[in-house]
């Protein structure tokens, strides 16, 4: 029901919140400091919620998956750059940087 | 934690998800006919999920809720026009236009 | 569409998913130390998700709202035990009991 | 952060939420009939919602996900029989058979 380049999509999106809420409800809580600091713990916490959003919304295939994509691009980037920052977190780093990506080209 | 401009703003949001929620798995889908027409039943299920995420985006206390409430507010004005459209949906009408002008405000 | 005993559900499980998401996101993320205690801040986000889903199947309308009740009584009545053992999270406390009572009729 | 096996479970969740979730929005709403029959959508539409909650409780990584997987596997098993009562749904069939058969084990 959807093309190649949406399922693909939601598959980066998934993994992305995958990746984002395992990694702060597990990686981060157990490490403090940096990691819990309120700004990035919310901004991961953040970024999951917009990537199962933008999921759900190509999956109900609503057009409006094209705002949810380009919102998700923008938050998944900015955490990228965050988890990048903090260091540690390459995973979620790459996961990030690939939802990123795929969401762009939806939102176009 | 929020101001009383964003208290009211989740309670809206989450107003809306409640209806259109209610109202598509129950009353649209009992009556059938125009109520299950896809294009509309979409829109009300993308409508209340986007309506969930906004108020999430206020409770975690991201700066991104901007986004998602600009974004909630353009689906919610599309929703109430639609369920006009059908008839029969006066409650759906008022949640989404209550919740579309109160995430108006948030986004600006 | 709902009897006035869920309706008063739906509502105890939403008000419990804003204070416990509130609080974990900002009050306790800003404290740290005994807030951010893994266990403790796993079981206040399981909560809400908890609390979103128990409201879901109600509004949805599917029979299945009495397992999640179920459920959702037995972990709010676990998280307003161990917010009370933490202190300061008077409110949370409050929230998390009103909506396990709630959800144990509905699950009865 | 998971077990083998339970990252295997989060696989079955997430891709059985994503079948229930597009084949309903989709599939059911375009064909009518006794596609979109209120018991029958309903429960395909609280099948997806309890996969992702499951899901998102292994993610978590709260204990208490053995009870929203025991739940997932109940209702999953319930789709599958109601899906393959209505024809036409091998996707959905296969997709919540898997889950619930994955999260009948995580339950034990």
Redesign the interface.
């Known amino acids: ?2 093309s190649a380049e949406m399922k693909s999509c ?1 598959e980066a999106c ?1 993994a992305c919140y ?1 990746t984002c ?2 990694m702060a ?3 981060c ?2 490490m ?1 400091g940096e990691h ?1 600091e ?1 700004d990035h ?3 991961m ?2 970024c999951a ?2 990537c ?2 933008s ?3 190509m ?4 057009p ?1 998956h094209k ?2 994509c380009r ?1 998700c691009a ?2 998944c980037a900015e955490c990228a750059k965050d988890c990048e920052r903090i260091g540690d977190m390459d995973e979620c780093v790459a996961a990030c940087r690939a939802c990123a990506e795929s969401c762009q080209k939806m939102a176009a």
Chains 1, 2, 3, 4 share one sequence.
Do not use: C, Y
Request: no cysteine.
């Open positions: 029901m959807q939601i998934l995958k809420t395992s409800m597990n990686h809580l157990e403090g819990t309120p713990f919310r901004l916490m953040a919620e917009m199962r959003t999921a759900h919304f999956l109900i295939g609503t409006h705002h949810t919102e923008e938050i």
